[in-house]
């Protein structure tokens, strides 16, 4: 086994001593996810969100645990499902929903959509479209800070599919090279699109061992189980905070939903829905539930209280995006330049 | 501010030292610039005054090493990256229009990204195909890009300065045949803007609107024009995104005649915008037709036999603009230009290799 996490020290912090309020903290990101999501994909057909949209149902378990190992001062960058890692990482649930509704409350005031989040508040740097686009985005934020000195990191999302694009191998060998503090978070789904990995990278090679090779400190784990997640994800946390090494984890998943837009397409023929309902068995959600429920951290009351809460929480931030008004649309040709002098040339100017 | 005679090599070199010691967040990096020869010495220096951190040679990957720039810039460093040659940087492609040119607007204006990227171009010496594009309309092409070409040593140390400040992604394009002129260039800081193009000489006919290499071909065509009773005005545009419109416009205002000169490419070109924008804008005020002179519409060849009349210089630009005034003694005119004995090289000094 190539994957260096063996020889890497376990971190103190294991999942299984966490206490209970932190374990349902994980649970209530996961289910917010999620029933932001389904609400999404609920209201979708109504056609007021006009703009491709990306769920990350079913791949609750990642965001939700990264999101409660980061600090705010950590930065993150996404891809086009990014709805799931802006949620986790403290982004602004309201300015995301607006943003879907093409509305001037949105976190772009309506210009960049569900593939474009940002909030900067919280170390979300950006979410863009094209695939692998912010891989070296991150790279670069990761150098910043390590030239600033800083104990922060940068994580880095990613598919499978975007192991397949050439910028994953110059960025991931740079920071490499520089022992950079950024950590590669690769969800593989399965799909690129409707292009299953199978036909896309040589089956028994696995993606984290790429990564391995390239040197980055490499690990793979189950996505959908939150303990695994929670261990794979600290040991890499560590690794990268202590500065020993840029680091890689392979996360395995699930989208449940199509690639693009808010329904089921199990019978659209590029994949079986008995594949499908295989991994809705291994529900990260349910799978979580009932670890919570035997561990009797979690009850069904606890269990009504989290949702009740989540579903006021979700419906205020639609009813939010619903009723906020669409900018004008003379701001379409709002400056595509930032103005000033990005110095303090009085300064100059005087000495 | 005493002024000295510089290269515009030296002229850049000199920037980048007083960008970096006057800012701790200006960063230096690129293939080269580290190495003995330095990015043609306009790197000269700087890593053993700066550090290793801040100047360092990096892995020959152009659009990761870009990303990479923008990411830094998106924490507030003020990357200036560099390429010996533009046609290299179109792996960079990604990276520049989808993330440098979009972030400002896309992101609802509340982040910008301070990179700024410099190319060399150029002709000549065998450079062929894919050694010497002269894209800047590509870039001109893109919203959210600033693109520069300074002409002279004084511009390329003033608009470089004014390049790495700017809160925007810049692509900073460098002529390989400017790289060797000496102009006079005032020590110390230089305040200069860009999208502004400046008047090089004044006259009352025809306006020469020039870019980059071409600047030093308008102003010898302006001369030998003047002998034969031509007054032209020499517009270097400095800038090509944004363009300096209202110096422009005062110029054709004033001569009634416009004649474009572009490094690139004829089709879709920087000059093909200022014929169109002339003809859309002012054509109540044109003596003829708005012309312009640029690169044919086929890629560079290698051989010194195939570019003896490839690259058009101050006699198309003297021929055309007597046609333009409807002055015959052309004949006239191009027996008094002086013309280098080699058509490849920017001097007889120069002896490759590249």
């Known amino acids: 086994m190539k994957n260096s996490s063996p020889e890497t020290q376990e971190s103190a912090v294991t999942f299984e001593n966490m206490n209970g309020a932190y374990k349902l903290s994980v649970l209530k990101s996961m289910l917010r996810i999620r029933m932001v999501e389904e609400e999404i994909a609920k209201r979708y057909p109504q056609g007021k969100m006009r703009c491709p949209t990306h769920l990350s149902v079913g791949q609750e378990c990642v965001p939700a645990v990264i999101g409660t190992l980061l600090s705010e001062s950590d930065l993150a960058v996404s891809t086009h499902r990014a709805h799931a890692h802006y949620l986790a990482k403290g982004g602004d649930l309201k300015a995301m929903l607006a943003e879907i509704y093409g509305k001037q409350s949105g976190c772009c005031k309506g210009r960049g959509g569900s593939m474009h989040l940002i909030d900067e508040k919280v170390g979300f740097k950006g979410s863009t479209a094209i695939v692998g686009n912010t891989i070296p985005i991150g790279v670069g934020l990761a150098l910043s800070q390590k030239l600033r000195g800083k104990n922060d990191i940068t994580v880095v999302f990613l598919g499978d599919g975007a192991i397949e694009e050439g910028v994953f191998y110059e960025a991931a060998n740079f920071a490499v090279v520089k022992k950079l503090p950024v950590l590669f978070v690769c969800e593989n789904n399965l799909y690129s699109v409707y292009s299953p990995l199978k036909v896309r990278q040589p089956q028994g090679r696995k993606i984290c061992d790429i990564a391995s090779t390239i040197g980055l400190h490499s690990q793979e784990g189950d996505g959908n189980i939150v303990a695994e997640t929670h261990r794979v994800l600290t040991t890499a946390i560590d690794v990268c905070r202590q500065g020993q090494s840029a680091t890689f984890v392979e996360l395995h998943t699930y989208r449940w939903r199509e690639h693009c837009g808010p329904h089921y397409d199990n019978d659209i023929g590029y994949r079986s829905e008995a594949e499908f309902l295989a991994w809705k068995e291994r529900d990260p959600i349910e799978l979580y539930k009932t670890q919570l429920y035997k561990a009797k951290i979690l009850d069904a009351e606890k269990l009504q209280v989290m949702i009740r809460q989540l579903e006021t929480e979700i419906q205020d931030a639609f009813q939010f995006a619903e009723t906020s008004p669409y900018p004008p649309s003379e701001q379409a040709y709002s400056p595509v330049f930032a103005q000033g002098v990005n110095i303090n040339i009085a300064e100059v100017a005087n000495g | ?354």
Not at chain 2, 13 to 40: Q, S, T, W
């Open chain 2, 1 to 354: 501010m005493g002024e000295r005679s510089l290269t515009f090599a030296q002229a850049i070199n000199e920037a980048m030292h007083l960008a970096m010691e006057k800012d701790p967040e200006v960063l230096c990096y690129g293939l080269g610039v580290d190495d003995p020869k330095r990015i043609f010495g306009t790197t000269k220096g700087l890593q053993e005054a700066f550090g290793e951190e801040r100047v360092f040679d990096m892995p020959t990957s152009e659009n990761g090493m870009l990303g990479i720039g923008i990411g830094a810039a998106l924490n507030d460093m003020k990357p200036v990256m560099v390429h010996q040659r533009l046609d290299f940087f179109l792996l960079a492609m990604d990276q520049l229009v989808n993330a440098a040119a979009k972030w400002f607007y896309m992101f609802g204006g509340q982040r910008s990204v301070p990179i700024t990227i410099r190319l060399m171009l150029g002709r000549g010496w065998g450079q062929g195909p894919t050694h010497s594009q002269n894209l800047q309309a590509w870039f001109a092409h893109i919203p959210g890009l600033k693109v520069v070409m300074p002409a002279t040593a004084a511009d390329a140390k003033g608009l470089l300065l004014a390049s790495i400040f700017d809160p925007n992604p810049v692509v900073f394009l460098e002529h390989r045949w400017l790289h060797h002129q000496e102009g006079n260039v005032p020590a110390g800081w230089q305040d200069d803007v860009l999208g502004k193009a400046k008047v090089l000489r004044t006259g009352t006919d025809i306006t020469l609107v020039a870019i980059s290499y071409q600047v030093v071909e308008a102003l010898r065509a302006a001369e030998v024009l003047q002998s034969v009773g031509i007054s032209a005005e020499v517009i270097d545009l400095r800038t090509v995104q944004p363009i300096d419109w209202a110096t422009i416009e005062a110029s054709i205002a004033k001569t009634g005649r416009v004649l474009a000169l572009d490094t690139g490419a004829l089709t879709c070109s920087v000059s093909a915008e200022i014929v169109a924008r002339s003809a859309e804008k002012q054509f109540s005020l044109l003596k003829t037709a708005p012309a312009r002179i640029a690169m044919p519409d086929f890629p560079e060849p290698t051989s010194y036999g195939l570019t003896k009349s490839f690259h058009p210089d101050a006699r198309n630009i003297v021929t055309q603009a007597c046609k333009m005034c409807c002055v015959t003694e052309i004949e006239k005119a191009l027996n008094s230009l002086t013309v280098p004995e080699h058509h490849d090289v920017p001097g007889e000094w120069f002896k490759g290799p590249f």
